[in-house]
């Protein structure tokens, strides 16, 4: 069995399965995994008012800010229990309609109480400031071939939730094509 499944299976005599003596659904009992298993909590909409005015919300995603978590640095396991927490929080409190100010502090609030205090806190503001000004990051990766750099981008990328990755191949594409300029074919 795999770590973090139980599965528990009751002995059966066995004049219950010749003659139909028991159901078999009573005679099996699994609990399923933490991890395959969905919350509750994933059932409600948490909406996060965006702003002064309050114009725009999103859906709040567990998913998405245990990815932000990440990004500070918090291990995985963690962001993910701290993004089910503050669901939990929210929900159970009956804060199904929260501004993103009052989030972010009832986050960092789990955060602390965790033992990810001000460094983390401050990674977690510099990520949403860098989000919210929308600029292009760029992130150029060298190296001699076959050393995995592409691995490296990858794995990058998914850590900074960043969506493309692109080959140099494909960027020398992009600038041969669109410059005006003719640019030596290797």
């Known amino acids: 069995m795999g770590k973090g499944k139980e599965v528990m299976i009751e002995p059966s005599s066995p004049s219950s399965h010749r003659y139909g003596g028991e159901d078999d659904s009573d005679q099996h009992q ?71 100010s009052d989030l972010e502090a009832n986050l960092f609030k789990l955060m602390e109480r965790r033992g990810y205090g001000e460094d983390y806190i ?22 001699t071939a076959c050393v995995g750099k592409s691995t490296i981008a990858t794995q990058l990328a998914q850590r900074l939730n960043l969506p493309n990755v692109l080959q140099t191949e494909m960027v020398y594409e992009l600038l041969r094509t669109s410059t005006e300029y003719a640019m030596p074919m290797f």
């Open 30 to 100: 699994f609990k399923s995994s933490s991890r395959n298993a969905a919350s509750k909590y994933d059932f409600v909409k948490v909406k996060v008012w965006l702003g002064d005015n309050a114009d725009h919300y999103y859906v709040l995603s567990r998913f998405l800010l245990s990815r932000m978590l990440t990004v500070t640095k918090i291990p995985n396991h963690v962001a993910v229990k701290i993004a089910l927490e503050l669901k939990k929080l929210l929900v159970d409190n009956s804060l199904l309609d929260v501004s993103q």
């Open 122 to 143: 401050n990674r977690y503001k510099m990520m949403t400031r860098f989000h919210h000004q929308r600029v292009p990051l760029v992130i150029l990766v060298c190296g």
